[in-house]
Every structure is written in C-alpha cells, then in structure tokens.
C-alpha cells in the first residue's frame, strides 16, 4: 500500500511538470499558456480533494480514461475497441456522461482521455466537454470527423486536446486505415494549427513501423503540421500471430533515448507508454493512477484488461471506484511491473480474471 501511495504522489508531481512543460511550450500562445498555468493551480486544488478523500477511506485516481463510444467512422486492421467491445453495446446516454463527468470533479480527478471507437461519433461530446473547463480532456481520434464548427469550439475551449492518431507515414496509415485517410488527416491537422488549437498525435509503435516514426524526418514534418504533444505507444498484442510486432529489446533502448534527445531539441511534449510510467513508479493501472470506464459502464483496470465487477450505470462513480476487484489487483506487486514491453495485465490476464468473482468470470467468458 505504501508503495501505491508514493505511486500517486510522483504521478500527482508528474502531471504538474507536464503542464508547466505545456505552458512552456504554448507560450506563444498567449490563451493556451494562461489555460494552462490556470490547470496547474487546479491540479493542486485537486490533489487535496483527493487527499481528504483517501483519509475518509477512498481511492480516487487523478486520472480517468473514459471510452465514450465504440462506434467509429472508419474500420481499421486490428482495431482494439472492437477486439474488446462490439459496437452494438449498450452506450452511456449523455446524460450519464456528463454526470460521471460532474461527479469525477467532485470527487478532484482532473484529466480525462477520452477514447472510442471515434469519441466525435458522439456529437455532445464537445458540449459536455467544453463545460468543464476546469479539466483536462485528452481526445483520443482519427480526426476525420474534425470540420470548422468544431475547429472554432477547440479554438476556444483550451481544455479540450485533441489527439489525431496515425500509424506512420501515408502508406503505413492509408494500409491499416483506408486509401486518403492520412491526407484528408493532414489537412484537419493544419487547419487546427492555422486556428491555434493546441494538438498533439498519438503514434502506436510496432517492431515494423519504428524506424519510420521515430525518425527525425518525420517528427519534423509532425511538428510542421501543427504538433505539439507527442504520445509513443506502445504496440500491445491481442491478436494471436502479433506477436512479431511488439518491439525488440534494442528498440526500446533506442527509444528511452531518441525521446530524451527530442526533448531537448523541439518545442513539443514528448511522452512514451509504458517507458515513462517508470519514472511514476510502475503501471497506474485499477486506481494506482487511473481507471478505465467503457462505453457502457464497465469499470476496468485499463483498456487492454476488459474485466470487471461493476458499472457506473448502476451506481455512483465513487461507489465504483471502491471495486474489490481493484482492490485486490492493487495488492499484487507484479502486476505493477512492466517487464519487457506492452500491458502487464494483458500478459497477465489469467491471473488477472481470476481476481474476478467466479460468477462475473463465467459471464465474461461467455
């Protein structure tokens, strides 16, 4: 327990130097950068909100990744949304979303990632977002959905980041995604940079696309498109035969210090999954520093270990929060370990389901 504490107390530091690595970065921006020196005293406001509750006897993590949707305007290879849900689940109605969210501030969370499926597939997504400015909402998306009505909200409402994924260069991502797809991505990606929103891209790193990715050439047309945030992660496997493409042991060496040399070159944020959750004392997975919440409620660990014991739809989000199931992965010091690369719970995921009620654990399976 002690270790998870000292966890969240590097976790609640790390997000601070983020933002003020953000106000550094979006200094030219004067509104962005007043956004974000704002956030840094809200994320102070919150770790003691978060604090009071721990004394009363609850866990609650600063950060929630919340996937609001599994239906998306595209269909691409290995999709992990609908390896783990289908979209004919059941969603959260609007209202619940923006419940959640209302409760989540009460309870001091201060950054959400918002994922899908494609989070734009719900139109009252930037509604909802856009009032609560006090947090922070990292979007998850394929951009494609991105036109000039919402151009003009990001524009406006700082606190929504948005994060345009793409799997390399045009080839790479037209192959997995659908002939055009990176130029029809490029272009909303410089319109957002002609409108000064503040946006970043989210990079999934397998053992084939490496060396296009990380290549100097290709940050540097990212960054002339408009980037600001880079988010490396790392390719985890799902599928049986993938396992060719989880990256090499030197690869990984390679990339602690490609990340640290592009740090210090380039005016953008630069954050590797799971390399840096080392530096927060291990995987922040169940609570230790965030939970997962799918689109129809289901309270998960994270987005790569789909089991859980209880539903937001059916009770309060800090009801939910006290999950036994959470609990008990808590208590297990391995499974904070990264060990060689991807998601220790998915490695992991029979001792993980085992956690589970035996009940809940025959439901899943069927």
Known sequence: MRKNNKGRNILNKSLRVFFKDAFRIAVR????AFYFFRTILWLGKATRIRSKWKKKGFIVPPIIIFS????????????????FHPSSEEELSDEKLRAIIREA????IS??????????MRPAMLEIMKDFPEIIFLVFTNGLLIDDESVKTLKKNKNI???????????DTDSRRGTGTFENTRKRMVMMKDNNVFFGNSLTLTSQNFDTIMEEIYIKKLIEYGCKFFLFLEYTPIEEGTESMVLSYDQRIRMGKLLTSYREKYPALFI?????????????????????ISASGDLEPCPFAPFSDTNVRNSSLKEALQSDFMKRIRQIPELAVENGGGCVLWKERELVQSLLKKPMVEKMNN
Do not use: M
């Open 68 to 83: 609001v949707t599994n239906k998306c305007n595209l269909k691409c290879k290995g999709c992990y949304a609908l390896s």
């Open 111 to 120: 950054f959400f990632v918002i994922a899908g499926g494609e989070p734009f």
């Open 272 to 292: 590797g999954v799971p390399w840096d959750e080392q530096d927060v004392g291990g995987c922040l997975s169940a609570g230790r520093g965030f939970v997962h």
């Open 161 to 171: 980041i948005p994060l345009v994924s793409l799997e390399g260069n045009e080839t």
């Open 29 to 32: 921006n004067p509104f962005q």
């Open 105 to 108: 501030k009460y309870l001091g």
